[in-house]
């Protein structure tokens, strides 16, 4: 039987507000690599996540960097005054240049339903997808019930990674909290495994459930 975790209150999410231009919608290997570059730590603690900067679609499928978009940084309490040596400065990411604000930090919240836009996979395969949840999850010793959504391709430094997105319901405050520290499966830095509070069961990967999620941000 798996042995239950308590959950880590020393965890929090940087929220950095952002300005500057056009970002590629497929930006979180260029990302990292910035904040890589501007904070070196970063290489030394897996710890660490960064999720993917929601913006505008616009019509060349290029993301549109406005006043809501956010850098996201999911990281340990002790870490938060290394990661605000961000603020005030700038990255180059693929090209754009984006100009980094003040950042708000925003405690974990211990939601029943949680959502990943996505989480890795070793094939792009919903059922070795559905195995590897649930192989997954019971590690973690986390309950609930889980719903599949849609299939992405991300660059990474050696390919192309394949994802899902996932939403977990019926989660108890512990497990809530546990799983968004731990996060699932690798890739975290990339922003796979990173789950956040969602407010409905809208279609996992939908449009509904895109917006949902660009509102909690």
Same mark, same amino acid.
């Given at each position: 039987?798996?042995?239950? /975790?308590?959950?880590?209150?020393?965890?929090?999410?940087?929220?950095?507000?952002? +300005?500057? *231009?056009?970002?590629?919608?497929?930006?979180?290997?260029?990302?990292?690599?910035?904040? @890589?570059?501007?904070?070196?730590?970063? &290489?030394?603690?897996?710890?660490?996540?960064?999720?993917?900067?929601?913006?505008? =679609?616009?019509?060349?499928?290029?993301?549109?960097?406005?006043?809501?978009?956010?850098?996201?940084?999911?990281?340990? &309490?002790?870490?938060?005054?290394?990661? $605000?040596?961000?603020?005030?400065?700038? $990255?180059?990411?693929?090209?754009?240049? #984006? &100009?980094?604000?003040?950042?708000?930090?925003?405690?974990?919240?211990?939601?029943?339903?949680?959502?990943?836009?996505?989480?890795?996979?070793?094939? +792009?395969?919903? =059922?070795?997808? /559905?195995?590897?949840?649930?192989? *997954? #999850? @019971?590690?973690?010793?986390?309950? %609930?019930?889980?719903?599949?959504?849609?299939?992405?391709?991300? @660059? *990474?430094?050696?390919?192309? #990674?394949? %994802?899902?997105?996932?939403?977990?319901?019926?989660?108890?405050?512990?497990? =809530?909290?546990?799983?968004?520290?731990?996060?699932?499966?690798?890739?975290?830095?990339?922003?796979?495994?990173?789950?956040?509070?969602?407010?409905?069961?809208?279609?996992?990967? =939908?449009?509904?459930?895109?917006?949902?999620?660009?509102?909690?941000?």
């Amino acid at each position: 039987m798996s042995r239950s /975790v308590p959950p880590d209150p020393g965890f929090v999410d940087l929220a950095f507000p952002l +300005a500057g *231009g056009r970002l590629p919608r497929d930006h979180s290997l260029a990302l990292w690599d910035a904040l @890589a570059r501007a904070l070196p730590w970063l &290489e030394h603690d897996e710890r660490v996540a960064v999720f993917p900067i929601r913006a505008a =679609s616009v019509s060349d499928g290029s993301l549109a960097v406005n006043r809501h978009s956010r850098l996201m940084i999911r990281l340990p &309490e002790a870490r938060v005054r290394d990661a $605000l040596a961000l603020c005030g400065t700038a $990255l180059d990411v693929h090209g754009a240049r #984006l &100009e980094i604000g003040r950042a708000l930090t925003r405690a974990l919240i211990a939601h029943g339903t949680l959502y990943a836009h996505r989480v890795a996979c070793a094939a +792009a395969d919903e =059922s070795v997808f /559905v195995r590897e949840v649930a192989a *997954g #999850l @019971a590690t973690l010793a986390i309950g %609930g019930d889980f719903i599949c959504g849609r299939r992405t391709a991300t @660059a *990474g430094p050696d390919g192309t #990674l394949v %994802g899902f997105s996932l939403m977990l319901t019926g989660l108890k405050p512990a497990e =809530s909290l546990r799983l968004q520290i731990a996060g699932l499966g690798p890739h975290r830095r990339l922003g796979f495994g990173l789950f956040i509070p969602h407010r409905s069961t809208a279609a996992v990967g =939908s449009d509904r459930a895109a917006e949902e999620q660009h509102a909690f941000r």
